[in-house]
């Protein structure tokens, strides 16, 4: 009976232990992706915090580790130079950050929303916050950035305190090319000293991504057309397209080659974005090839573009030689298939953007009777 009577209290004991074991993994199980992932940020914040500045870099986001080494090279960088501050780094896109978490093209890495920085940024209550743009043009992609600020400041979560989000100093650094002229004029004069020995044996073209007409924001396309036109004034082989620009792709690049007389020769291919990644590496260097050998030529869409074709094949087609840089395929993808912030001098270009970041009041008391 004794025996028993201890056996029945370790098997209560043990359902008890259970018990209490999954109701703490029911606990965790019931946390959404969005408080899980809050609840990350929030440890690696707390964790990082050594001042009561910081500066939240906002990329697009990629799924190449060459990517992910100009983002850390960068992100190492500021913190090198801008010692006051804790420096992090946000991806926007929510398809490059399920892709970077699910190893599609390297090893597994986790990155975050601009939304769920701030947010641990506000709770560890820093007292000056710059989000640095780190895209291009103030295009689509800015106009989150600067709406993921603005939902920062107005509490949207509704949890930060209404005293400290009135004292904050949020700033925020513009894109590479948010000026029309002194902006463009520094990008233009900092391609010229990277790309001018190929400008010189050839056609140099670099590929930008654009915006599509209704997403074009700000009508910031413009800047590509104005950027093509201070490489111009450099030198008369420089030229500037889009993956998604209307009437600025590939197609319309080629025409303003043959007008400015370039019908021959070496066609050299750079990406004109922050990171070489799926565009760089697919839509400029891969091997996509819709040639018809039949007609020998290519069909366009009804927007002008031939689908389906790489800048290397098209080109290639077309009689240039695109072997010299490497962007053909039977020589590798090459030094050109470089994004902007592997190139110290551009890198520099968006850091004097940091420097100079604007402060943004857009902070509205919940209660403005008081």
Partial sequence: MKKFKLFLVAAIAAIAAAGFTSCADDETLKLSNMERYQQEVDGAVAKAKKHNRAI??????????????????????????????????SFSSAICINRARAAENTAARDFYEPKYWL????????EEIIVQSMQVIPGEEYGRVVNAVKDFANNSNGDLD????SRVRIR??????????????????????????????????????????EFDTYKANIRYTQLEAALQQKHPN????????????????????VAAGITSGNVYCAPLMSIAGDHAHKDMAGDDDAWDSDTQSFEENEDGEVEDTSWKQYFFHLGYDTTATGTYKDSGEGALVKGLLEYANVRALYKGHTRSAEVVDYYHSMYPEE
Avoid: C
């Fill in 119 to 126: 947010e641990a940024l506000g709770r560890q209550q820093y």
């Fill in 238 to 257: 420089y030229f500037v397209g889009t993956v998604d620009m209307a009437d600025n792709f590939k197609v319309q690049v080629h025409d303003r080659m």
């Fill in 172 to 213: 925020i650094g513009l894109p590479l090319m948010a000026g029309a002229e002194d902006d463009v004029e520094a990008l233009a004069s900092a391609l010229d000293a990277n790309f001018r020995s190929y400008a010189e044996s050839g056609a140099m073209l670099f590929m930008g991504h654009g915006n599509p007409d």
């Fill in 162 to 165: 209404d005293d400290y989000l």
């Fill in 56 to 89: 939240l870099l906002v990329a697009f986001g990629s799924t190449w580790q060459q990517a992910y080494d100009a983002f850390d090279l960068t992100r190492s960088e500021y913190a090198s130079e801008f010692t006051d501050y804790d420096v992090f780094l």
